[in-house]
């Protein structure tokens, strides 16, 4: 086990309506990463927070936001859901923003919008 | 052409032989290279990673990679059913780059 948790682990969700995904860290890591990974795919870059400030973006819409609290837990909001959400989400926690090369990740959400 | 590619097989061996799994890449910026395991329903476990080329070696795995043909190998010998599994490869300039993953089985 990592020591990254996420929640909830099954998500049911109806197009156009809106999501909020939850992760907690491992212990002393600052910087937390947020993928999308379809079936049959490898994860997507979705963003990073170092800080509690967004530190890159992969290509997303903006209806992906995030946010990372002082205690270094994060969440990944979506809003106005689409039949293509429909995924895992993974997050994954580094000690450093230049580290990343050695990312832990949490056991995933499944999304499914219908 | 994709920055990384990967066979998503899948590849099936018989245990205990040596297994061979690849990606190339287009991006000649990447400096780091990683390889994870992802078995069913969980999420992806970091097994190594490797900065710029060379070989590295943890246990019964080998990862190689060689920037001058865009190519990196991972390696796993006398291989044990536990290590069926989907296999990422993965790469990092400024963010983290993945391949489709290589569905491994090792048949008893």
């Known amino acids: 086990e990592t020591g990254v948790t996420q929640s909830p682990t099954h998500l049911i969700k109806t197009r156009g309506q809106q999501v909020t995904l939850r992760c907690s860290s491992q212990s002393g890591h600052n910087t937390v990463s947020w993928y999308q990974q379809a079936l049959g795919q490898g994860p997507q870059f979705i963003f990073q927070y170092y800080r509690e400030e967004e530190n890159g973006r992969g290509n997303f819409p903006p209806r992906f936001s995030g946010l990372q609290f002082p205690n270094y837990s994060s969440e990944l909001n979506v809003n106005a859901l689409e039949l293509d959400d429909s995924a895992l989400y993974l997050c994954?926690?580094?000690?450093?923003?230049?580290?990343?090369?050695?990312?832990?990740f949490g056991p995933g959400t499944r999304l499914t919008v219908t | 052409q994709k920055e990384v590619e990967q066979d998503p097989g899948p590849l099936s061996v018989p245990e205990g032989a040596i297994v061979s799994l690849n990606c190339t890449y287009s991006n000649s910026a990447f400096q780091y290279f990683m390889w994870y395991r992802q078995y069913s329903r969980k999420g992806p476990e970091l097994l190594m990673y490797?900065?710029?080329?060379g070989n590295k070696e943890d246990g019964r795995f080998t990862a190689q990679v060689d920037k001058s043909s865009k190519y990196i190998s991972l390696f796993i010998r006398d291989s044990q059913p536990s290590d069926s599994a989907t296999y990422l490869c993965?790469?990092?300039?400024?963010?983290?780059?993945f391949g489709k993953g290589t569905r491994l089985h090792i048949l008893p």
């Open positions: 994954a926690s580094t000690r450093g923003r230049e580290t990343s090369y050695e990312q832990y």
């Open positions: 490797t900065y710029s080329s």
């Open positions: 993965a790469m990092s300039d400024d963010k983290i780059i």
